[in-house]
C-alpha cells in the first residue's frame, strides 16, 4: 500500500512537472488589435494593417516575443471602424474583451477610445491621424503615436513658405480633416498675417471648385496651401492648371495620396509642382533602412500600384509610408514588452515611455513620459512630385539632404 | 368608493380581461421576453451584451415604426433622424450641462416629439412621397450635425462621462435590461393601440382615405399622433442608447439607419406588433455569422451582412412583402372562424319632430369653368327620406359633398339645427351629425364587417386617443366595449350582426354596400346621405337595401338618397328632387315628379317612374 501511495505520488509529481513544462514552452498568443477604416478610407486601412502584420510575421518568425521563459506569438486581430467614433467605442471594447496588449489606428475616435483602453492599463497607438488634441501625455498617458502631426506640418510650412515672400491662399475643406489643419496653420500663420493673402473653406467632396479658384486668383495669391482631402486637391489641381494658373500648390500628406494622381491622370502635368508635407522616409544613415523595408513588404504583399505611368512607361508604385509607422510601433512595443518583463497591459503601456526601437527608416522611435509623439517636427520634409513621382524639395535644409525613393517598376 | 379601491377594482378588471384574452401567442412573448432577458447572464461565446443592449434599443425604435409602417401604411425613413437629435440632446445635456441620464434621455425624446410634430406635415402626403420626404429628414438631420461639429464633437463625436441608469453603474447589462424592459412595454402600448380605435383607424385611413374621413376620422390627426408617438420613442432610444455607445457620433446616425430600420420593419413583418423587434433581432443575427460566413467563403465583402439582408429583404418582398413573424404566425395559429352571433334588438331612438333639421341655401361650386351646382336650395326633415334624382352630370354627388364638406361651396350656406355649418370641414361635420356614404369605395377590405363599422364610431370617441389606448385606461376600456355595442347596434339595424366577424371580403357587394351604410348610422347621424346604394344590386338586394333604408328613417335620422335606381327611389322616397344643370328644378313625390312633363322632357326622356 505504502509503495503504491508513492508510486501515485511520483506519477503526480511527473504529470505536474510535465504540465508546467509544457505550459512554459508552448508560446502563448498575444493579441494586438487593429483598428483602422477599412470601410471610409481603404489604402490607409490597408497599409496600416499590413505594417503591423509585417512585424509581427517577422518577430513571429524569429520565435515570437519572450518575456522570461515564456515565448508568445504576436497574432493581429483586425477591426473596421468605418470612420465612426461609435463604431471605433465598439471595436475597443471587442479588443479588450479580447485581451488585447495594444490598439493601433488610424485615430478615429481616439477621444472616446482612450478612456476605456486606459480602464485595462490597454495603450493606444495611431499611427495616421496628426490632430493636436488627440495626443496629450499628461492628460492621456495610454495614447502614443507615430505619424506626423498636424502642428508639425503646419509649424514647417510657415518656417518653409514665409521666407519665401509668397503670398499664401490658406484653403482647407470642411471635412473634419480640413477643419483641423485650418487650425493648426491658422495658429502657424498668425504672426505673419502679410503673407496671407486669402482665408477660404472649400466644400469637400464638390469637383468643381472653379469658382473658389478664381477668388483666390483675385485676392493676388502666388501660392495655396490646401489642406483638406484628396479630392478636394485634386479638385483644387484641376480648377487652378485648367484655366492656365501655375501657382505652386502645398499641402499635408494627403497630397501624396494615389488617388490624386488616378484623378489627374489624363493631365499629368497639372501634378507637377504638386509638394506635400509629411514625415521623412529616410534618415541620417541613408536609404537601405527604408529600402530594405519596402522590399520585405512588398515581398509580402506587392507593391502598392497608384494605377498611372511615368512618361516612360514606368507603373508607379506608392512607397508605404504609415505602413512603416504601425511596423515601428510594433518595434517599440515588444521592446516595451521586453523592459517590463510582462504581457500585463498597464506595465507594457507604462514602459512605452522609456523604450527606443530602431523604425524602418534607420530613425530611433520612442516615448517618452512628456511626449507621445513619435516623429518629431524636425523629421517633417517636403517632397514634390514631377512625372507622377515625388522626390524630396531642395529649398529646404532638411529635405535637401534626403535621398529620393524609388516609387517606379 | 375610494379612489384606492376603485384602483383595486379596475386593475382586477383589467386583469380578468388580461387573462380573458391571453392565449398561446401571448405565452409565447412571455417566453421569449424572459429567455431575452436571462442571456446577458448565460455569458454565451460570441455574443456580446454591448452589442445585445444597442440592438435592444434598435427593436425599441422599431416597434413604435411598426405602427405607423402596419396600420398606417406610411413607409417613413425618418426614424434614425429622430434617434439621432434624441441622442445629441441628451448627449449634449449629460456632457455640457451635467444632467442625469434619465431626464437628459426623457429630453431627447421630447425633443424628437417636437421633431415629428414639426415634419408631420408629411401625413398629408401619399406612401411614396412620406418616404421620400422622411428620407430627406434623415439627411438633413445628418448634414446638420456634420456641418456643426460644435454640437456634433466633429469627427471624434461628442465624449460622454460615465453616468448612472436608475440608480445603477449603466454596465452594458443594465442597458440590455432596461432597452428590453421598454420594448416589452412600448410592445405592450402598440398592442393596445393596434387593437383600439387609433389603429383601426390608422388602418381604414391607409386602406380607404376618403371613406374613413367620410365617416369622421381625422386623417391628420391619428397620423400625426402616430408619428410623434413614434419619433418620441426613437428618440427615447437615441438618448439611452448614446449613453452605452460612451460617444455621440454623427456618423452613427447616418441615413442608412433610418433605411435599416425600415428595412428591420418588413422584413420582421410590421403587421405584427413583434414583427419589428424580430427584424431587428434578425438583423443582428445576420451581422453575427455574416463575418465569419464572409472569412469562410473568402468572399472581399466589407458590408457582407448588409448583402445578406438585402437579399432576404428582396425574397420577404417577393412573397408578399408580408414579412417573416406574421408569416410564421399564420402557421402557428389557427384562424378561428367567425361565428354568427344573436344580438339583442338594437335599441330604436324616438323619432323627434318633424322639423327641418338641414338646409342648405343658394349653393354653388364651379370646377374651372364647369358649374357644377348653381343655386342649389335644400331643407330636410328629422325621419324623412329625400331622393335627388337627376342625369350624369346634373351635380348631384357635387351637391352630396358639398353637404357632406368633401368640398367647399364657392357661395351659398349650410345650417344643421339652425347653426352654420357652411366653414366646418367633413369630418368636424360627422361629428355634428351629417353622415355620407360613398359612391365608389363601400368598406376597408382588410377589415371585419364589424371593424368596418366600428371605424364609424371615430367621431363619437373620447377616450380614443394615443395615450389613453397606449395605457389601457379604464375609460379608454370602457368605451372600447361601448363602442363594440354600439357597432354591433348598427349592424344588426342593417340586418348584418350575424356576419359581424365575417372579414369585408367574404362579404357580397349588397353586404359590403350595407356595411358601409351600417358604418355612417355608427357616427349617430341626424342626416344621412347616401350616394348610389343600389348601383348594380338585384331585385332581392333591392328590397333588401330599402329595408334598411326605411329602420334608419324610423330611428329619426334625415336620409338624402343620390340614386340612379328609380325603384329603389320609388321604393324609399317620402320626396323626390330633380336636378338639372346644379340646381333643383322639380319637387315633390314620386308619383308627382313622374307626372311633371317638364321632369320627363327634360331629364327623363320617356322613362316612367
Known sequence: ?409 | MSALSQTAVELRRAAVEARSRWSSSAWLSLGALVVAAVVPFLSLPGVRVDALANTAYLALAATALGLIVGPGGLPSLGTGAFMAIGAFTSGLLVARSGWPLEPAALAGAAAALVAGLLTGGVVRLRPAFVAVSTWLLAWLVWLFLLAFPSVSGGAQGLILPPKSLLGMNATPTVHFEVALGLTALIALAVYALRRGAPGLELSALRQAPALAVSLGVRLERRRLAALAFSAAVAGLAGGLSVQLQAVADPNAYDPFLSFKLLVAVLLGGAAATLGPAVGVALLGLIGLVSGPLARLLQLPLERFDAAVAALLLVFVLAFGGEGLLPWALRYVRRPKPWTRRAVAAPARTAPGPNDPVLAAHGLRKAFGGVVAVDGFELELRRGETAALIGPNGSGKTTALRLIAGAIPPDAGGIELDGADVTAAGAADRVALGIARTLQTMSAFPELTALQNVLVGRAPRRHAGGLVRTGLATPRARRELQASATAAFEALALVGLDQVAGAPTLELTTSQRRLVALAAAIATEPQVLLVDELAAGAGPDELETLAEAVERIRERGVAVLVVEHNLRLVRRVADRVLVLRAGAIVAEGSAAEVAASSVVQEAYLGKARL
Not at chain 1, 467632396?205 to 483638406?228: C, E, F, K, M, N
Not at chain 1, 513588404?297 to 514606368?314: I, L, R
Request: charged content about 20%.
Open chain 1, 1 to 409: 500500500m505504502r509503495r503504491l501511495v508513492i508510486f501515485l505520488a511520483g506519477v503526480a509529481l511527473l504529470a505536474a512537472g510535465c504540465g508546467g513544462s509544457s505550459t512554459s514552452s508552448s508560446p502563448k498568443n498575444l493579441v494586438i488589435a487593429v483598428d483602422v477604416p477599412v470601410t471610409g478610407s481603404p489604402y490607409i486601412a490597408q497599409t496600416i494593417r499590413q505594417g503591423v502584420e509585417l512585424a509581427t510575421s517577422n518577430l513571429n518568425g524569429g520565435g515570437g516575443v519572450r518575456v522570461g521563459k515564456q515565448s508568445y506569438m504576436l497574432r493581429v486581430k483586425p477591426y473596421d471602424n468605418h470612420l465612426s467614433a461609435r463604431q471605433a467605442v465598439e471595436d475597443t471594447r471587442r479588443a479588450l474583451d479580447a485581451g488585447a496588449v495594444t490598439i493601433v489606428t488610424d485615430g478615429t475616435g481616439v477621444d472616446a477610445t482612450w478612456q476605456l483602453a486606459r480602464q485595462k492599463g490597454v495603450s493606444i497607438s495611431i499611427t495616421y491621424d496628426g490632430g493636436s488634441g488627440l495626443v496629450d501625455a499628461e492628460k492621456r498617458p495610454n495614447v502614443f503615436r507615430i505619424a506626423p502631426t498636424n502642428h508639425g506640418i503646419a509649424f514647417r510650412y510657415a518656417e518653409y513658405l514665409i521666407p519665401k515672400k509668397l503670398k499664401v491662399g490658406l484653403l482647407s475643406d470642411d471635412s473634419a480633416y480640413g477643419r483641423e489643419g485650418a487650425s493648426d496653420v491658422a495658429k502657424a500663420f498668425s504672426e505673419n498675417p502679410e503673407s496671407v493673402a486669402l482665408k477660404l473653406t472649400l466644400p469637400a467632396g464638390q469637383p468643381d471648385l472653379s469658382a473658389q479658384i478664381l477668388r483666390a486668383r483675385r485676392s493676388g495669391a502666388t501660392a495655396l496651401l490646401v489642406w483638406g482631402q484628396p479630392p478636394t486637391i485634386a479638385a483644387v489641381l484641376s480648377a487652378a492648371r485648367s484655366i492656365g494658373w501655375q501657382v505652386p500648390v502645398y499641402t499635408p500628406p494627403t497630397g501624396a495620396d494615389p488617388f490624386i494622381r488616378q484623378q489627374l491622370a489624363d493631365h499629368p502635368k497639372w501634378v507637377d509642382g504638386l509638394t506635400f508635407a509629411s514625415g521623412r522616409l529616410t534618415a541620417e544613415v541613408g536609404t537601405g533602412p527604408f529600402t530594405n523595408f519596402q522590399s520585405q513588404y512588398e515581398a509580402a504583399y506587392g507593391p502598392d500600384p497608384v494605377g498611372v505611368k511615368t512618361s516612360n512607361g514606368q507603373k508607379v508604385v506608392q512607397p508605404p509610408e504609415f505602413g512603416m509607422y504601425s511596423y515601428d510601433f510594433i518595434h517599440v512595443l515588444v521592446a516595451a514588452i521586453t523592459h517590463a518583463g510582462s504581457v500585463e497591459p498597464a506595465k507594457v503601456t507604462s514602459a512605452l515611455n522609456q523604450v527606443t526601437a530602431q523604425g524602418a527608416n534607420g530613425d530611433a522611435r520612442g516615448f517618452n513620459e512628456h511626449n507621445h509623439d513619435g516623429v518629431v517636427d524636425d523629421d517633417i520634409y517636403f517632397a514634390r512630385f514631377h512625372d507622377m513621382t515625388y522626390q524630396p524639395v531642395q529649398d529646404d535644409p532638411l529635405s535637401a539632404t534626403l535621398p529620393p525613393i524609388a516609387q517606379t517598376r
